[in-house]
């Protein structure tokens, strides 16, 4: 039987220890690449703050322009999600599109309605049950909190029109190289 000394051990051990520190980072990492933030902005109403009436079912319900950085290298495409995760029935999805272009660096406002764009973007089906954005509507009382979160993606999802965001979050798994978020609020 082979007796290790204390002075054995500890290599031994910082080799294993320097292993899953590296394998905890893997797995932090969106696709196992380096973390990566995308910083999205909207002009039209600040990071937690409120969610103008136009852009809203008390409005003329069309969407807020949103910008946002450059993202990592091998960027594909991006989804853009947004939800209430406030609404009494459970989050509310108000708006999905996704294989927007990977040079796209803006959404104006007022994003068509459509299906399918000319560059190829494709919308999917909020939870009002339509193609495209549908703003907020919550009943009266407290304000509830609109998430608008942006992805960077390694691969087009080449999902059909009208794909939900369930099915939009089930194609872009193990796909996500970076990603942001911008927060707004509005309360009727």
Not at 77 to 98: E, N
Not at 117 to 122: E, K, Q, Y
Not at 159 to 178: F, N, S, Y
């Amino acid at each position: 039987m082979k007796i290790h000394t204390q002075r054995q051990f500890v290599p031994e051990l910082l080799t294993v220890l320097v292993c899953l520190a590296g394998a905890a980072g893997f797995l932090a990492r969106p696709s196992g690449g380096a973390a990566v933030s995308l910083e999205l902005k909207s002009p039209d109403f600040t990071a937690g703050g409120n969610i103008p009436k136009q852009f809203t079912c008390e409005g003329a319900n069309i969407s807020p322009a949103f910008k946002w950085n450059a993202p990592p290298a091998a960027t594909e495409s991006f989804v853009l999600i947004a939800d209430d995760p406030d609404a009494p029935v459970g989050t509310w999805v108000h708006w999905v599109i996704f294989d927007l272009p990977a040079n796209l660096r803006a959404l104006p406002q007022n994003v068509p309605k459509n299906e399918q764009s000319a560059d190829g973007w494709r919308q999917g089906r909020n939870d009002f049950g339509k193609i495209g954005y549908g703003g907020p509507c919550p009943p009266p009382g407290k304000p509830h909190r609109y998430f608008f979160k942006l992805y960077a993606l390694d691969a087009k999802l080449n999902l059909m029109p009208g794909a939900t965001k369930k099915d939009v979050e089930r194609a872009m798994q193990g796909h996500i190289l970076a990603q942001g978020e911008y927060i707004g609020r509005f309360s009727r």
